[in-house]
């Protein structure tokens, strides 16, 4: 067979696979708005990101494709602050979301805080943003540790000075902590990480080896042993909900401070994270799995499973290498350990 004819029928088969691959993804339907939707919204001091979509949109986590945001933009978006106004456009192709700047917005401005506002409600996860959540065992073995209580005491708590022994450098505030449970996916059995149980704060009172903390405040004693990490500063959720660009399959692992189920505004943990391509902003649908039953029909046996049924959404607000921790929006039922999430 000639080059020539070969070069043909290479060209037409990558045309023939280029065609099915565009014929193979559907397109989205356009994102529907919510009966007697406002035509502008004048954003006031305690909205969220996700409150301003609830207000337009039926599925709040496509705001970010009713605001035509980009790539970029979605990570570094352009911050909406208290008195501007949001103005919805219902002509073309599909519903368009828009600030609106007004002469008197500046003078509104200066009188008002300069925080944006959130995506989602700052308190609901503030904690969570302050502490270490998830640590591996290179961290965990590299931490300063508490080498005593004052006074020789056995434990200590809130007031009390603690002594750390490693390179505490001019850090000021710290995190103590204790290893918690170890993370481990449903599905595939790996160990995704260990699960950190923060017993209190500190703060540094004089340097040396070992340096003096002073105890700020204390969930636990605080005993010989217990681990230290700097304390995070918090920064607002700022990042617009949005879908990911992948396909995302996992599993609820824990509710927060051990509940057995949460509903909304509880925080949980996932099976999936950075590695998997997960990031801040991310919004996943919960499903609870189908349940399994066997079909005895006329002497046969079958086994069936139920589809996995959608009764919520999720917004991921902080990221690990293999985990991730994300706040319930909405929820029709309660959350549970194992539990599905997926793109909606």
Do not use: C
């Not at 502008?40 to 709040?60: E, Y």
């Not at 700052?122 to 961290?139: G, H, K, Y």
């Not at 005993?223 to 995302?248: A, C």
Request: charged residues 25%; aromatic residues 6%; glycine residues 8%.
């Amino acid at each position: 067979m000639s080059q020539r004819i070969i070069a043909a029928l290479l060209i037409a088969l990558s045309s023939a696979t280029a065609t099915a691959q565009i014929q193979s993804v559907e397109p989205r339907p356009v994102p529907a708005l919510v009966e007697n939707a406002p035509d502008r919204h004048v954003v006031v001091p305690g909205d969220t990101l996700w409150g301003i979509a609830s207000k337009f949109l039926k599925d709040p986590s496509r705001w970010s494709e009713v605001w035509k945001l980009n790539a970029n933009e979605v990570k570094n978006p352009h911050r909406i602050y208290p008195g501007q106004v949001i103005v919805l456009n219902r002509t073309g192709s599909g519903p368009q979301l828009s600030l609106v700047e007004e002469k008197l917005l500046p003078r509104v401005r200066e009188e008002n805080s300069q925080q944006a506002i959130p995506t989602i409600p700052q308190d609901a996860i503030e904690s969570f943003l302050t502490r270490p959540l998830v640590l591996d065992e290179t961290t965990l073995e590299a931490s300063l540790r508490v080498v005593a209580a004052e006074d020789n005491r056995n434990s200590a708590s809130a007031g009390d000075n603690i002594y750390v022994a490693g390179n505490i450098g001019n850090t000021k505030e710290w995190i103590i902590y204790r290893p918690g449970n170890t993370l481990t996916d449903p599905d595939t059995k790996e160990v995704l990480g260990r699960e950190v149980v923060v017993a209190g704060t500190a703060r540094l009172v004089k340097n040396g080896d070992p340096a003096t903390l002073r105890i700020t405040s204390s969930k636990n004693e605080i005993s010989n042993g217990d681990r230290l990490l700097p304390r995070p500063k918090p920064e607002i959720m700022s990042y617009p909900q949005h879908i990911p660009g992948v396909s995302i399959s996992g599993r609820v692992l824990t509710i927060a401070d051990g509940a057995p189920d949460g509903g909304r505004f509880s925080v949980i943990s996932l099976s999936k994270g950075a590695k998997d391509g997960l990031e801040i902003g991310h919004v996943l649908a919960l499903y609870r799995p189908g349940d399994k039953f066997k079909d005895r029909y006329k002497g046969e046996v079958k086994n069936i499973t139920m589809p996995d049924e959608k009764f919520g959404l999720i917004y991921v607000f902080r990221v690990f290498d293999r985990v991730s921790y994300a706040l319930v929006m909405e929820a029709d039922r309660g959350v549970t350990s194992g539990d599905v999430v997926r793109n909606p």
